[in-house]
C-alpha cells in the first residue's frame, strides 16, 4: 500500500480513538447511582480573582458510593466553593462542617435514570457524528491521491478499508454506550 494511503488510514483512526475518548470523558460526567469526583467536573471557583476548576483548589474524593467529600487546601474557599457547588445546579446540598465538604448523593429516581440515559445516548449520537465526518473526510483525501498518481484499485482498498475502522469504532460507541445504560439503570 502507498504510504500516503497509509497515512490517511493511520489519520483517520487517531481521530476516530480520540472521538471515542472524548465520549468516555463525556460520559463519566453523566451521572449514574454512584458518587464520583467527575460530577463536580467543569465546576470553577473564584480563586483570587480568577477562574479556577474545582479540582485545582481542593482534593475531591469518595470515601463510600453515596458521598463525595470535598477538601480544599486554603480553608478559607470553602463557602466559596459550597456557592459554587450550589449554582451548578447539580441537585447536591453540600453540608460544610468547617474543614470538609460532605455531599451525600442521592439515590436516582426512575424518571432521572431515563433522562440520564437519555443525556448519554445523545453524547453517543454526538461521537457517531464526528466518526462519520472523519470517514467524510478521509474518503475525500482518498480521491485526491487519484491526483497524485496512486492506482484507483488501491484508493478503492483504501475507501474500504476506512469503512472497516469507521465500522469499528461505531461498534465501539455503542458497547460503551450499552455498559454506560447498564450501569446508570442498575439500582
Do not use: C
Not at 80 to 104: H, S
Not at 134 to 160: F, G, H, Q, W, Y
Amino acid at each position: 500500500m502507498n504510504p500516503l494511503s497509509i497515512q490517511v488510514i493511520e489519520q483517520a483512526k487517531n481521530d476516530m480513538q480520540s472521538a471515542v475518548t472524548h465520549l468516555e470523558h463525556e460520559l463519566a460526567k453523566v451521572r449514574t447511582g454512584k458518587a464520583s469526583p467527575q460530577m463536580l467536573e467543569g465546576i470553577k471557583i473564584d480563586y483570587y480573582g480568577t477562574l479556577t476548576a474545582l479540582d485545582q483548589v481542593a482534593n475531591i474524593n469518595t470515601p463510600d458510593a453515596r458521598q463525595i467529600i470535598v477538601q480544599p487546601w486554603d480553608k478559607s474557599l470553602l463557602n466559596t466553593i459550597d456557592k459554587a457547588i450550589m449554582n451548578a445546579n447539580l441537585g447536591f446540598n453540600p453540608q460544610n462542617n468547617g474543614e470538609v465538604l460532605r455531599i451525600n448523593v442521592p439515590a436516582l429516581t426512575e424518571e432521572r435514570r431515563k433522562e440520564m440515559v437519555k443525556k448519554a445516548k445523545v453524547e453517543a449520537e454526538n461521537a457517531r457524528v464526528v466518526i462519520r465526518n472523519i470517514r467524510r473526510s478521509a474518503n475525500e483525501t482518498a480521491k485526491k491521491l487519484d491526483k497524485m498518481n496512486v492506482p484507483e484499485d488501491e484508493i478503492k482498498i483504501l475507501e474500504k478499508e476506512i469503512q472497516n475502522q469507521t465500522d469499528a469504532y461505531i461498534a465501539r460507541i455503542e458497547k460503551i454506550l450499552e455498559v454506560k445504560e447498564k450501569d446508570i439503570m442498575t439500582v
